[in-house]
């Protein structure tokens, strides 16, 4: 078996290309990377450098139908936000390949925020508060109306990117001014804004077969990237029914068919968990699935053969760290400013002895991959950081820009358009 797989200089896609390389799968591994961790692996028998999905997005769709049309795969595998695109264009590549995805329209209902608010309203699943002015005329009339704090967030963001706490009107009124006014230029929507929950946050990753749950692991983030929540650093598989029974649902309702991960912040009062993200898309979970027993590669050859896997249950309380994400939380923790001499100590002993024992120390240790995974992986992390240094962007930005995709319409003819897609919101 071959497959292809794209978006692959992400850390928790080499651990998952690497777990088809103990099922004796070989792997076409495609990103922007010349050398990255996943492109190190053994089972990587080909490299392909395309460009970012973002940047250049019709070269990079005739790049990967390019490679398609030149060999026989099995399955195309995305692992990041490209899934996006090749939902777009999936009539066209499912003529030449498998393509474990569900359509356009749903993947968006639930990437789109506004959307998945509305989708949950529909289906009386809790989510926060939501509005979606377009314009500051649109915005006067809800300030008295809003509980504060509120949260601005860009309707199709990801990794915390341009997310804002508003404690007051006049914040909101000065940050969806200039929020609005990077929107205009970039041609995106404005910001949505939403009621702040505050609680603890839960982060979920399931795979699904024609709306079926295959297998779901639940997760606390016992340390994330930004602090004050953003991308789980360390993380630990729970138990929690009634996230079960609200992931059950959306899988069910969308007939959803591949990986999706969910971000839920759990009342701190009510202990209600509310639903304010999700991803179509892997996760750094992957990494703690496969710890506590869900061989996510087995399942997807399963599936892309035409089987109808058995559910496999995680186990509970498993522990496990991304390594750069950690290292990326210490120089985070160590940037000058008041107080510095103390709070670096105390960033370093947080980070030298943690209150917690793990499963796994890294995800790019030398039973996952070998010193030139780690290396490649390493280096991504580096680069990220000079980027973020230059640029003035967040790291957590940087080192995923190569990976994004903000949905638009192409000149190919498929593509749903502009007006379609803000429907199918």
């Given at each position: 078996m071959h497959l292809l797989a794209t978006g692959t200089s992400s850390f928790f896609a080499a651990r998952l290309i690497q777990g088809f390389g103990e099922l004796g799968v070989s792997v076409t591994a495609a990103d922007s990377s010349h050398w990255s961790?996943?492109?190190?692996?053994?089972?990587?028998?080909?490299?392909?450098?395309?460009?970012?999905?973002?940047?250049?997005?019709?070269?990079?769709?005739?790049?990967?139908?390019?490679?398609?049309?030149?060999?026989?795969?099995?399955?195309?595998?995305?692992?990041?936000?490209?899934?996006?695109?090749?939902?777009?264009?999936?009539?066209?590549l499912r003529r030449r390949v498998k393509l474990l995805l569900p359509p356009f329209e749903t993947m968006w209902q639930l990437h789109h925020k506004p959307s998945l608010h509305q989708f949950c309203t529909r289906l009386s699943l809790p989510s926060p508060n939501t509005s979606t002015p377009q314009t500051q005329d649109e915005l006067q009339p809800l300030l008295d109306k809003l509980r504060y704090p509120v949260v601005l967030k860009p309707p199709a963001g990801n990794n915390s990117i341009g997310r804002v706490f508003c404690d007051s009107a006049e914040d909101l009124v000065r940050e969806f001014h200039q929020h609005s006014a990077t929107s205009s230029s970039i041609l995106i929507e404005p910001p949505m804004v939403q009621e702040r929950i505050i609680g603890q946050p839960i982060y979920t990753l399931m795979l699904c077969d024609s709306g079926r749950k295959v297998a779901e692991v639940i997760y606390r983030?016992?340390?994330t990237f930004p602090d004050d929540?953003?991308?789980?650093?360390?993380?630990?598989?729970?138990?929690?029914?009634?996230?079960?029974?609200?992931?059950?649902?959306?899988?069910?309702?969308?007939?959803?068919?591949?990986?999706?991960?969910?971000?839920f912040l759990v009342d701190e009062i009510t202990k209600m968990p509310y639903l304010i993200d999700a991803n179509p898309r892997p996760n750094p979970a992957v990494q703690l699935g496969f710890c506590a027993g869900i061989n996510w590669a087995a399942l997807l050859i399963e599936m892309a053969q035409g089987h109808r896997p058995t559910r496999v249950m995680p186990r509970l309380g498993v522990r496990?760290?991304?390594?750069?994400?950690?290292?990326?939380?210490?120089?985070?923790?160590?940037?000058?400013?008041?107080?510095?001499?103390?709070?670096?100590?105390?960033?370093?002993?947080?980070?030298?002895?943690?209150?917690?024992?793990l499963e796994a120390r890294g995800d790019i240790s030398r039973g996952f991959g070998g010193r030139s995974c780690a290396t490649a992986t390493i280096l991504h992390g580096i680069i990220s950081s000079i980027r973020a240094t230059v640029t003035g962007k967040s790291l957590g930005e940087t080192m995923v820009e190569d990976l994004c995709y903000e949905v638009r319409p192409l000149n190919r003819g498929c593509l749903p358009k502009t007006s379609a897609i803000r429907k199918a919101a």
């Amino acid at each position: 078996m071959h497959l292809l797989a794209t978006g692959t200089s992400s850390f928790f896609a080499a651990r998952l290309i690497q777990g088809f390389g103990e099922l004796g799968v070989s792997v076409t591994a495609a990103d922007s990377s010349h050398w990255s961790g996943s492109k190190s692996l053994p089972n990587v028998t080909r490299r392909l450098h395309v460009p970012s999905p973002n940047r250049e997005t019709e070269l990079y769709l005739d790049l990967v139908e390019e490679e398609l049309n030149r060999r026989d795969y099995d399955l195309l595998l995305p692992t990041f936000e490209e899934g996006l695109l090749f939902a777009q264009h999936a009539d066209v590549l499912r003529r030449r390949v498998k393509l474990l995805l569900p359509p356009f329209e749903t993947m968006w209902q639930l990437h789109h925020k506004p959307s998945l608010h509305q989708f949950c309203t529909r289906l009386s699943l809790p989510s926060p508060n939501t509005s979606t002015p377009q314009t500051q005329d649109e915005l006067q009339p809800l300030l008295d109306k809003l509980r504060y704090p509120v949260v601005l967030k860009p309707p199709a963001g990801n990794n915390s990117i341009g997310r804002v706490f508003c404690d007051s009107a006049e914040d909101l009124v000065r940050e969806f001014h200039q929020h609005s006014a990077t929107s205009s230029s970039i041609l995106i929507e404005p910001p949505m804004v939403q009621e702040r929950i505050i609680g603890q946050p839960i982060y979920t990753l399931m795979l699904c077969d024609s709306g079926r749950k295959v297998a779901e692991v639940i997760y606390r983030p016992l340390r994330t990237f930004p602090d004050d929540g953003g991308t789980s650093v360390v993380r630990e598989s729970i138990a929690h029914p009634d996230i079960a029974d609200i992931t059950e649902t959306v899988a069910r309702e969308t007939n959803w068919t591949g990986f999706l991960g969910f971000d839920f912040l759990v009342d701190e009062i009510t202990k209600m968990p509310y639903l304010i993200d999700a991803n179509p898309r892997p996760n750094p979970a992957v990494q703690l699935g496969f710890c506590a027993g869900i061989n996510w590669a087995a399942l997807l050859i399963e599936m892309a053969q035409g089987h109808r896997p058995t559910r496999v249950m995680p186990r509970l309380g498993v522990r496990v760290r991304s390594a750069v994400l950690d290292w990326a939380w210490l120089l985070h923790g160590l940037k000058p400013g008041r107080d510095w001499v103390t709070k670096s100590r105390q960033r370093l002993r947080e980070f030298l002895t943690p209150p917690w024992s793990l499963e796994a120390r890294g995800d790019i240790s030398r039973g996952f991959g070998g010193r030139s995974c780690a290396t490649a992986t390493i280096l991504h992390g580096i680069i990220s950081s000079i980027r973020a240094t230059v640029t003035g962007k967040s790291l957590g930005e940087t080192m995923v820009e190569d990976l994004c995709y903000e949905v638009r319409p192409l000149n190919r003819g498929c593509l749903p358009k502009t007006s379609a897609i803000r429907k199918a919101a």
